[in-house]
């Protein structure tokens, strides 16, 4: 074998002294992985900082990776193996994610051990808890402001809980996700208590202005995430004598990545968890973290080359991790986050399917399926290792990202539609049941969010209170968990979802939490609704019933691997959406009534996909046709044809 690169110009690097004491076996282990991912960590590292500071830099790194990987136990190097033998393990079918607050759904870390086995009883594979890591006091922003990343909140445990927890998931075939705040931290920080302190390399950890000329001069292309109760992008700080990036909050500041101490510093951080057993990191606010004058600082090309090295470090030290862009953006900007070009397939391991989200709400609203077809259509395709992530909500608020060019191909204004679907899911337009909540309303530019449990938003709540049209509003939800769970990829249902349940009339009960109506649909888990699951003839069954039966299914049809490209098919009625996949099995066929009326497929359609022959995997019966070939759908009906 030979020798791998030396990351270092010395004779005796600090990675092989820190691998001395390993065996022979496990110290090869290492230097392959290395062999491996070294010019791709050189590379990531290279597009960032250049060729004056990348030599510097990599020892650090690999350096990290080594003390990590010393210190692995036993099980998660065999985790690793088994993980490298299986490369696509995100992208199997059987794969299906859950996500929820810890507090909300369990109580506390020992509370999510003693859930398992709900958890398996979905199907789960693959667990998101939302931020543990111990918060700044008072609003947190859920979490995302982060005052320690070596600790686990109080109330939820310590980090020998958190190990213990994804020992337990682990055995039980579940993958532990966590979220990783990488564009900020919070005022609190130990990082930014020493910069505050006038420490001089803390300080350089954070962007400061000794006045506001080139903040005025970012601000002139920034856009405001939270414009009603956070507005700007920067805070005067007293302390500081400076005023400091703030992208979401005044007590959130943003990092540098311009300064390679807090790559490191986070490389750090990502190999510290993946000791304790985490097994995918979600990147939160991963767009942001470099900054570009005249630019929306979103996107630029530093952060998909600073993730690459981030992945790469990881390689080498835990090749189990994972790496998730937490990147809601326009679908033209959505494929740099799993790579493009020379990097295809070297940055994050999976992305969110933002897109597909934003139009499964819009063909349920609209009835209309040509917008969504035409969005979908244009998406470039990404790499076949990488891996999409798709859901019908999740955490946070509902965006309408509809691209003004896919509105106007079809006929629609871009503004006029998402200010319809702002009028319908907030329950404002003549015949919605919806029971949404306007989120951030910005009056510059019109936008309007909306925050709301799947059940709110279609219906289900309202037609429970009405006790009327609850099986139409079931079937819905079923038709969009179907586009969200056939659609390829890796689908993640919202803790409650997968018992119809609805806002939290509450919400805004709880401290910290009133002036943010995203907690209306972070409810907790209702232990009483879940009791009722198996029982068909409530809405929680149904709805419970109904997803068990879509994700059951789906691990049995290699068809949805993630590997392969979901293509949009022609639409013949705009109340139904075609889906189509190409595997080497065979064809799959998604066929979608988007409605509440009964339409048809045509038998002519069905002739040219060579789609008569197949078999509705979902009711294991053949695809039943009139007379004149063509197919009915009932309302909201779904076939997944193979």
Known sequence: MPAPPDPEDSTTPAWRATLAGLSEDRRVAFEVRLERWLPDLRDGLLAAYGDQVTPSVVPRLVALAATAYAARSDALHRRDLERTLRPDWLQDPSMVGYAAYTERFAGDLPGVRDRIGY????????LHLMPLLTPREGDSDGGYAVADHTTVRADLGTMADLAETATALHEAGISLVLDLVVNHVAREHPWAVKARAGDPRYRDYFLLFADRTEPDRFE??????????????????????????TTFNAWQWDVSWANPDVLCEFAGIVLDLANTGVDVFRLDAIAFIWKRLGTDSQGQPEVHALTQALRAVARIACPAVALKAEAIVAPSRLLAYLGEGSSSGKVSDLAYHNSLMVQVWSMLASRDVRLAAQALS???????????????????DIGWAVMDDDATAVGLSGPLHRRFLSD???????????????????????????????????GLEAAEEHRSGVLEAAAALRLAHALVIGFGGLPVIWSGDELGQANDPHWADEPGHDGDNRWAHRPRLDRDRAELRTDGSTAAGRVHTDL????????????LHGSVETRI????????????????????????????ETRWWPGWRVEDLDAGGLVDALSGRPLERTHDGAVALAPYAVLWLV
Request: with cysteine.
């Open 119 to 126: 958890l398996r009883e979905l199907g789960v594979t693959y």
């Open 220 to 245: 002139e292309a920034l856009p405001e995430v939270f414009p009603e109760f956070a507005p700007g992008s920067f805070t005067w700080d007293d302390e500081l004598d400076a005023w400091v990036w």
């Open 378 to 396: 244009v998406l470039p395709a990404k790499p076949a290792s990488a891996t999409w992530l798709t859901y019908l909500r999740c955490h946070d």
């Open 424 to 458: 319908w899911y907030a329950g404002d337009f003549p015949g919605s049941s919806a029971r949404g909540l306007v989120f951030q309303h910005n009056p510059v530019d019109g936008d309007r969010r909306i925050s709301g449990a799947a059940a709110s938003l279609i």
């Open 548 to 559: 068990v039966h879509l994700l059951r299914t789906r691990a049995t049809l290699p068809q």
């Open 569 to 596: 098919g022609p639409v013949d009625d705009p109340g139904v959406l075609v889906t189509l996949r190409e595997h080497a099995v065979g064809r799959f066929v998604g066929v979608h009534n988007v409605t509440s």
